[in-house]
């Protein structure tokens, strides 16, 4: 009974294409997130949805799309992918501050 | 600008004895810190957190200590044990609950 999960684990794709990655808590958490690690192991937040709602947008090109079709939901749907979207993107939710994530995506755009 | 710093990427501790990972942040507005462990291909797991209210919060091995005005934190991990081996995240957030997270650093013990 995995409490964030993320589909699919791994991705590989080529430069050009549209994919989307899958989050799922069964926490009953209000606050979603994404998060991208670099190369450089840093993770840094990219959004966060509260009940549907986006509250957090970073800096984030606009290929980058969240979508929550509900409370336990946030879908990452990325367009035009390019070499520099090579990351680990973790999805996390959240109560207040104790957030906690999925086991990550690791995403590779040759 | 980085604003929550962990500047040991990496530290080593003998099988038993203490481990003390530091933390430093520049933010002020910063009221609630969190620590993360992550072992490779996993993600992060909250190991346990400290509101700017407190000094110091202990739960088992693990204890946090903060020093707001030297805007510090550390984790203590005593005993080590070599299932303590990962990569150790601190984090800090106030207001809209996002988590500004530092850089990690990779604990490894030794047996």
């Known amino acids: 009974d995995t409490a964030v999960s993320q589909t699919p684990k791994y991705l590989v794709t080529q430069m050009g294409n549209d994919k989307s990655i899958k989050c799922e808590q069964n926490l009953g958490h209000d606050t979603m997130y994404w998060y991208k690690q670099d190369s450089k192991k840093f993770l840094k937040i990219m959004f966060s949805y509260n009940n549907k709602e986006l509250i957090i947008n970073e800096t984030v090109p606009n290929r980058f799309s969240p979508k929550s079709p509900d409370k336990a939901h946030l879908n990452l749907h990325i367009n035009s992918l390019e070499l520099g979207d090579s990351a680990v993107y973790f999805c996390?939710?959240?109560?207040?501050?104790?957030?906690?994530f999925g086991p990550g995506t690791r995403l590779t755009v040759t | 600008d980085q604003q929550v710093k962990q500047n040991s990427p990496s530290l080593s501790v003998q099988e038993g004895r203490i481990s003390i990972l530091n933390c430093d942040y520049t933010?002020?507005?910063?009221?609630?810190f969190l620590w993360y462990k992550k072992y490779p291909a996993e993600g992060p797991t909250f190991l346990i957190s400290i509101s700017s209210i407190k000094d110091k919060n202990e739960d088992g091995r693990f204890t946090v200590f903060l020093n707001k005005s030297a805007k510090h934190l550390s984790l203590h991990i005593v005993p080590s044990q070599p299932g303590d081996s990962a990569v150790y995240f601190c984090?800090?957030?106030?207001?809209?609950?996002?988590?500004?997270f530092g850089t990690g650093t990779r604990l490894t013990i030794i047996p």
């Open positions: 933010n002020s507005m910063f009221d609630y």
């Open positions: 984090a800090a957030g106030f207001g809209n609950e996002k988590l500004t």
């Open positions: 996390a939710s959240s109560r207040r501050y104790e957030q906690y």
